[in-house]
């Protein structure tokens, strides 16, 4: 089955600075990778996602790079703010009607210092 | 649009008991999954149903079970309930299944004593 690993565990920026957050997977047969960012105590929710025919997707201030070769795909977020603090799930999941569902990496705490 | 709604909130049971827990998706989506999430980590796959039909199972017991209604709603069963069964389970609701985006909803967090 798949695997998905994300780094770092745990990242602390200043605000306005820029965060990074990269995941690797290894099933070569996915091809849906959402991002979620989930609060304490709260749902997870979508972000933003991408499927495997395209490279790159943006959104305001968050952007996902996908690289399918290397089988990895990162999360990034420009002009951090205060309320980007939350932690942030990366998942894959392949076509075929997804009998696997979602695999998930095991999180990223992102704390923005003010 | 109301969102995937799940019931109940929480829930407190002792080992060896059984537990149902309730979700309703999106309004138009046939699709639901279940997440079981451990504090501090993923949310880690149960199960997929799509059109009432099972589509997906995550390496999970068989203790864990699940159905979908017409009505597109569905449960997820517990028997046997054990300490380590303790976590946040989500449903999560889409249109189409796994590749599809997936809504969560706000979750049952289950405490096994």
């Known amino acids: 089955g798949e695997n998905v690993e994300q780094h770092p565990s745990t990242l602390s920026v200043q605000e306005g600075d820029s965060a990074v957050i990269k995941c690797t997977y290894s099933?070569?047969?996915?091809?849906?990778f959402p991002w979620y960012k989930q609060e304490l105590g709260k749902r997870p929710q979508l972000i933003i996602d991408i499927r495997s025919n395209v490279g790159e997707k943006k959104d305001q201030r968050i952007a996902v790079t996908l690289n399918k070769t290397a089988k990895h795909f990162s999360l990034h977020i420009t002009e951090t703010q205060p309320e980007d603090s939350a932690v942030y799930f990366c998942?894959?999941?392949?076509?075929?009607?997804?009998?696997?569902?979602?695999?998930f990496g095991k999180g990223t705490h992102l704390i923005i210092q003010p | 649009d109301a969102g995937v709604t799940q019931s109940p909130t929480h829930l407190i049971k002792t080992r060896g008991q059984h537990v149902t827990l309730r979700c309703s998706p999106i309004s138009g989506h046939k699709s639901v999954s279940w997440y079981q999430q451990v504090l501090g980590q993923g949310p880690q796959f149960i199960f997929q149903?799509?059109?009432?039909?099972?589509?997906g199972r995550g390496n999970f017991p068989d203790r864990f079970s699940a159905r979908q209604f017409p009505n597109y709603s569905s449960e997820l069963n517990v028997n046997a309930l054990l300490l380590g069964d303790s976590a946040l389970y989500l449903c999560?609701?889409?249109?189409?299944?796994?590749?599809?985006?997936?809504?969560f909803g706000p979750g049952t967090r289950l405490t096994v004593l």
């Open positions: 998942a894959a999941s392949s076509m075929g009607g997804g009998a696997d569902g979602l695999t």
């Open positions: 149903y799509y059109e009432k039909e099972e589509r």
């Open positions: 099933d070569s047969a996915s091809n849906y």
């Open positions: 999560a609701s889409s249109k189409l299944g796994a590749t599809d985006t997936q809504y």
